[in-house]
């Protein structure tokens, strides 16, 4: 156990990442993340680091394009609209196989939406952040303390696999204060980087980083293999976390800080004598499928709850087969939603009040 | 003896650019200062999107290929991450002063130690020859075909004289490939601009007006002319900022 430390969210987000030997930070002030490039603006000199705020976020993860391609570890981070920006530069570092961290804290949408939490990213983070046959690892903290832990894991899994890694947080997690120890990581083994173009000081042939293929064949060759490194992801990397599953009838699937606000739901309908389960996906890409198909003989049904419209039914109907019915509860736009809400649900999915 | 070599600093990847292009000459000049300077091993290339995008397959040194107008972003991420290496773009109108233009002026405002190699042939070749940011007024092309008419499509930029107004801006110079006299000064120029950036001096660039013979439907010699009598008037040759120069009159 090292030493606890009260701190924001957002805070952590900066301090995990220079725990993590990260020295580059390009980002752009957009709320309600703006106390995270605050906050390295403050730090990063003092720990020899760099933090620069750029023009826009198109030029921030082009940024982070160049100095991940140099070989160094880099991040950004935006919230919901700053992303939809920074997707272009997103395809061509996934394209481009080099590997950086993304953060974001989400608000509502679409457009400019609003500036309160929301989950209303969740396509966009985990389907289609860029134009390509794509994937990227997307995880989801619902804690501080899980933030500080998923940043350190972040930048050894974009090392390890050459990819972006995102940290899908949400703007509540980012505002809120909670202790926080930083403690020790598990050690990973990171490859050296021998792609990286850093000058090739006469000892070796040039390095290129590149998305471009001209030819078909070779660009379906680059794709396929890149392919074979997601099923790698999804065999491996998987992360979740359970509470009250084993015999659960009614099955609340919820990340982020939703997840928090429907645990309570869970222990309440618990107390009414409801058999209700908390599945948490921590990994949203690759998402828990045989971990949440496990569930699907045992369970009545399930119900994703999440500040969007249901944008993850579709995954949990996918893991499950279509097994049970799946049924959403969320609130959208900036809305929270409270433990009673879900509660009524799960009451009402466990047949009504007894 | 050998009288004239290939650059080092260029592979034997032969070039794909259209017979009568002024790329290969430029892409020549920049690796010969690469040789001369003897930097090849710590020179980071960035390359745009628009002809000039397989750069990377040129030159020996380490190249990034850049979504398109983003190289100045992206040399930025290496000059800051490793100070010491030589950052260059390599850059085209539509690249560098169309969908790129804010990457262009910010970068040279924050003085980022880097140099840009810009060549403005006044259309954008890849696609096929449509209206450029520097397209000349009255120059018909494939989206402009009647001629560029500035009350519909605008003006063209002038790049050289808007950065030198920047005080990140170290040296800016505007030059030509068209005969032998100024590729010499050409050579010169981008030799100047990489001194800069090896000085820590700021950012540079050179701006090469250059010729497209292929999307212009003219040949490589008519192409030569129709630059000299109607893109150098309206983007006149010369040094629009040089902080070496003022430094040295006010010692």
Redo the contacts between chains.
């Keep these: 156990m090292g030493e606890k430390l009260l701190m924001k969210g957002n805070e952590v987000l900066g301090e995990a990442a220079i725990r993590a030997g990260c020295k580059l930070f390009f980002g752009y002030p957009i709320t309600p993340q703006t106390e995270l490039a605050e906050y390295l603006a403050k730090k990063m000199p003092k720990v020899g680091g760099l933090c620069l705020q750029a023009e826009s976020e198109v030029a921030a993860i082009n940024m982070v394009l160049g100095a991940a391609s140099a070989g160094e570890r880099v991040f950004t981070s935006s919230s919901s609209p700053g992303v939809s920006l920074k997707s272009e530069g997103i395809s061509y570092i996934v394209g481009s196989d080099v590997p950086c961290v993304i953060v974001n804290v989400q608000r509502g949408g679409p457009g400019l939406g609003g500036i309160q939490p929301a989950q209303s990213d969740y396509y966009q983070a985990t389907k289609a952040l860029g134009h390509g046959d794509m994937h990227f690892i997307v995880l989801a903290p619902a804690y501080v303390q899980e933030i500080a832990t998923l940043m350190g894991e972040a930048f050894d899994l974009a090392d390890i696999y050459r990819m972006p890694v995102m940290i899908l947080a949400d703007g509540a997690l980012g505002q809120m204060m909670e202790p926080v120890d930083f403690g020790e990581k598990k050690q990973r083994e990171i490859p050296e980087k021998t792609w990286a173009c850093n000058g090739h000081k006469n000892q070796r042939a040039h390095n290129v980083v590149n998305s471009l293929y001209i030819s078909p064949e070779v660009l379906e060759e680059v794709v396929v293999e890149r392919f074979k490194r997601y099923a790698e992801i999804e065999e491996k990397e998987v992360l979740f976390d359970e509470y009250m599953t084993e015999d659960a009838d009614v099955v609340v699937v919820s990340y982020g800080i939703t997840a928090r606000i429907a645990k309570t739901a869970v222990k309440a309908a618990r107390e009414k004598g409801i058999k209700a389960g908390l599945f948490r996906p921590i990994s949203l890409w690759p998402f828990p499928k045989k971990e949440l198909a496990s569930l699907a003989d045992k369970a009545k049904c399930f119900l994703s709850v999440e500040m969007n419209m249901g944008q993850m039914v579709d995954d949990i109907k996918v893991a499950i087969d279509c097994k049970k019915p799946v049924s959403h509860y969320g609130r959208t736009g900036g809305v929270i939603p409270t433990p009673d809400e879900i509660l009524a649900k799960i009451v009402e999915l466990n047949g009504g009040e007894n | 003896m050998i009288v004239f070599d290939k650059p080092k600093a260029l ?1 034997d990847t032969p070039f794909h650019y259209c017979p009568g292009c002024t790329h290969g000459i430029v892409h020549r000049l920049v690796a010969e200062v690469i040789d001369e300077m003897g930097i ?5 290339g ?2 745009p999107v628009g002809c000039s ?1 397989f750069a ?2 040129y ?9 398109h107008g ?1 190289a100045p ?10 100070p010491d ?1 030589f950052v260059f773009t390599y850059q085209g109108d539509g690249d560098l002063a169309a969908i790129g233009t ?2 262009t ?2 970068s040279a405002a924050r003085g980022e130690n880097i140099t840009i190699i810009f060549i403005n042939n006044a259309i954008y070749g890849m696609t096929g020859g449509q209206m450029a940011p520097t397209t000349l007024p009255g120059q018909v092309t494939t989206t402009s075909p009647y001629g560029r008419k500035p009350e519909i499509q605008g003006n063209p930029v002038r790049i050289c004289e808007m950065l030198s107004t920047l005080e990140g801006t170290a040296f800016a110079q505007r030059v030509a490939v068209d005969s032998v006299k100024n590729v010499k000064a050409a050579k010169a120029a981008i030799r100047k601009a990489f001194e800069v950036q090896k000085n820590k001096q700021g950012f540079s660039i050179v701006e090469v007006l250059s010729t497209c013979p292929t999307n212009w439907g003219l040949s490589p010699l008519k192409a030569i002319e129709w630059l000299r009598e109607n893109m150098i008037p309206y983007y006149p040759l010369g040094v629009y900022k040089d902080k070496t120069e003022e430094a040295k009159v006010n010692e």
Aim: aromatic share 6%; with cysteine.
């Design positions: 592979t090849e091993g710590n020179t980071v960035v390359a995008v990377y397959n030159f020996n040194c380490d190249v990034i290929q850049a979504p983003r972003a992206v040399a930025t991420g290496v000059k800051r991450a490793h290496d804010a990457e002026v910010h």
